[in-house]
């Protein structure tokens, strides 16, 4: 079983920057590709970024490239999630997940969940 935690969401105005955080249990992350996503109200969850399990390729969804980071630190077992020049439509709740596959944009493939992180961007 992987617990993992999101940290770092908060209130921040348009044009700023927030970095989420996810760390996870145990020994094994490094076995895992991981992904973040979102959800915002009356809207389905959608994927924000997923990077391999050694951190060598990543990615984040179109719309989102060029703000939105996704890195790794196996040695601390967190995922991280740099998001720059932050839009009100980025308000959500954030996600980060665990994928014992090669990682991809479709939420079935992840295996494990947190509980997420509320993300509030103001105009």
């Known amino acids: 079983q992987v617990q993992?935690?999101?940290s770092g969401g908060g209130l921040v105005q348009a044009g700023g920057s927030l970095r989420l955080s996810c760390t996870t249990s145990g020994?094994?992350?490094?076995?895992y590709a991981m992904g973040w996503f979102r959800q915002a109200p009356g809207k389905e969850r959608e994927c924000v970024a997923v990077i391999n399990q050694s951190g060598r390729n990543s990615y984040a969804a179109g719309s989102l490239m060029g703000?939105?980071?996704v890195s790794r630190d196996n040695a601390v077992n967190t995922v991280y999630l740099?998001?720059?020049s932050l839009k009100p439509e980025d308000t959500a709740v954030y996600y980060c997940a665990a994928s014992k596959t090669y990682g991809s944009s479709w939420a079935a493939?992840?295996?494990y969940w947190g509980q997420g992180t509320q993300v509030t961007v103001s105009s």
């Open 27 to 31: 020994n094994s992350f490094s076995g």
């Open 4 to 6: 993992l935690v999101e």
């Open 109 to 111: 493939e992840y295996d």
């Open 67 to 69: 703000r939105f980071t």
């Open 82 to 84: 740099q998001m720059n």
